[in-house]
């Protein structure tokens, strides 16, 4: 049996199978990142709701875990050398579990670097400019007289989805036909845009062939569908 003890943030939310990787999150775009990969891959895992609405992410047990205090992330009680291991951000997490499992992540050199570049687009480009366009146009900042923060972000939007349009002319998935961890990393990012942003028609998504369509043969995986409902909101 893992003893995971010594990791604080254990004493807010214990683990009730230690010898399971734990996984700490909310079902953000972020966060179901990884939820879609554990239940992708069949690692049995113990997952936490850290509730960011109240601010649960920003409690020592939490930050004890990641610094930066954003969710997911997770504690693997058989880490690297049957060592516990912490990790934090989504997408260090996803190639650490794709590797972990030998799975969603092309086995070569050359196609390895290839997905990695995908998710490294989602972590710099379509997630926080993605975000920032929900905020000026759903959030608080939708109340600001001066829409040109808005406009940037939407243009810049509309700008990268595009990018993953042309990615993915004659492809099913981000890398052809093989479903890797380049698609986890953008579904929920997609998905979230045109739905709870509600900013589908600020980056023309109708005009769009590739995208839907991607999407759809992702949202159909029965594993996107569990993922993106762990944890429960509650």
């Not at 997770?74 to 579990?97: C, R, V």
Request: proline share 8%; no cysteine; aromatic share 10%.
């Amino acid at each position: 049996m893992a003893d995971l003890s010594s990791f604080p943030i254990t004493r807010r939310w214990p683990a009730k199978h230690p010898d399971r990787l734990q996984l700490y999150s909310f079902p953000t775009p972020n966060g179901v990142k990884v939820s879609i990969m554990l239940e992708e891959t069949g690692l049995p895992y113990e997952v936490h709701a850290v509730n960011i609405g109240k601010d649960e992410s920003w409690t020592a047990e939490f930050l004890s875990l990641n610094p930066n205090g954003k969710i997911p992330a997770i504690l693997d009680p058989n880490g690297p050398d049957g060592k516990p291991l912490g990790l934090f951000e989504s997408g260090a997490i996803l190639l650490y579990l794709a590797e972990k499992t030998g799975k969603l992540l092309p086995a070569d050199a050359a196609g390895r670097y290839e997905a990695i570049q995908w998710v490294m687009f989602q972590m710099g480009g379509i997630g926080p400019i993605f975000g920032q366009l929900g905020f000026f146009h759903k959030f608080a900042g939708a109340a600001y007289e001066d829409k040109r923060p808005r406009e940037r972000y939407a243009k810049e939007s509309a700008r990268l989805i595009r990018v993953l349009e042309t990615r993915l002319e004659g492809r099913d998935w981000i890398m052809g036909d093989d479903y890797t961890i380049a698609d986890i990393s953008m579904l929920g990012w997609v998905r979230n845009l045109i739905g709870f942003y509600g900013a589908g028609e600020l980056v023309a998504y109708d005009e769009l062939k590739n995208v839907p369509k991607w999407l759809e043969r992702g949202l159909a995986r029965p594993a996107v569908q569990r993922g993106l409902e762990i944890p429960p909101r509650g």
